[in-house]
């Protein structure tokens, strides 16, 4: 009956729409709370016309009972939002260095809604959000990210029920170097942080009299944005390393 109604043609189209549209629902840049529905949904069938005949071949006939058409499309839509969930998380690096990077410098009273995380954040974590969305373009990074999406009918096949506890495990490990990588790019921060409140509290000692810390906050910021303006080539140039070598392992070696 399945047949009749649904041709071949369409429902490979829509078990692979299943798996992009879910990935493209979180995926950094793409998936962005301030990119209109219709323009991700346009960018989702697009890319759907290119897969399709690429990775037909790997695709599942028609099932005969609704029941396993339904299971076959919520799991290819848990893999396509677990894609899009992983990218996600890399970009946690960036949130979290920014944050750092604002209570050191004085700035963590400065809130801005940032459109990426959905939320007010640090001003300057949303600023290095953002620039991170910049730099992943730019650099052709975001590429990867769909060959990752392709690639993954090869890694996790249609039609099988994906391994929970691995998605979990690699959730996990993804989270965990993001923080990591978040925090190696605030480390000059946290020097910076110690160092100047050391001295500012050597300075109470030595002057109880003088008001240190409003004096010295005019030099705490400029000193911030100086070291920010320094350090930020290196620091992108790590966090697509970060991207690169993570979401490299949803790659098919060639």
Not at 30 to 46: K, M, S, V
Not at 130 to 156: C, P, Q
Not at 177 to 203: D, M, N, T
């Amino acid at each position: 009956m399945l047949n009749e109604i649904v041709p071949g043609g369409v429902f490979a189209f829509l078990l692979v729409f299943m798996r992009v549209g879910g990935a493209m629902l979180l995926m950094p840049g793409i998936g962005e709370i301030f990119i209109p529905t219709r323009i991700r949904l346009f960018i989702a069938i697009g890319l759907c016309l290119v897969l399709t005949p690429l990775v037909g071949p790997v695709l599942p006939a028609l099932p005969a009972s609704p029941l396993r058409l339904f299971l076959l499309l919520g799991n290819e839509i848990l893999v396509g939002v677990f894609l899009g969930a992983v990218a996600r998380i890399l970009f946690g690096a960036m949130n979290t260095a920014g944050t750092v990077i604002a209570y050191q410098t004085g700035l963590g009273f400065a809130q801005f809604y940032d459109p990426s995380q959905g939320t007010q954040s640090a001003l300057v974590s949303s600023f290095l959000t953002m620039i991170a969305l910049v730099v992943l373009f730019t650099s052709g990074m975001h590429y990867l990210l769909l060959e990752a999406v392709k690639d993954s009918y090869i890694l996790f096949p249609v039609g099988k029920l994906p391994d929970l506890s691995g998605f979990a495990e690699i959730a996990t490990q993804f989270v965990a170097e993001s923080f990591r990588i978040g925090l190696q790019i605030a480390a000059p921060f946290l020097v910076y942080g110690i160092v100047f409140y050391a001295a500012l509290g050597i300075l109470t000692r030595l002057i109880p009299r003088m008001q240190i810390f409003f004096i010295a906050l005019p030099v705490q910021l400029v000193s911030g944005f100086v070291l920010l303006a320094v350090s930020m080539t290196i620091a992108f140039t790590w966090f697509i390393d970060h991207v690169e070598t993570n979401m490299a392992e949803f790659l098919v070696a060639r």
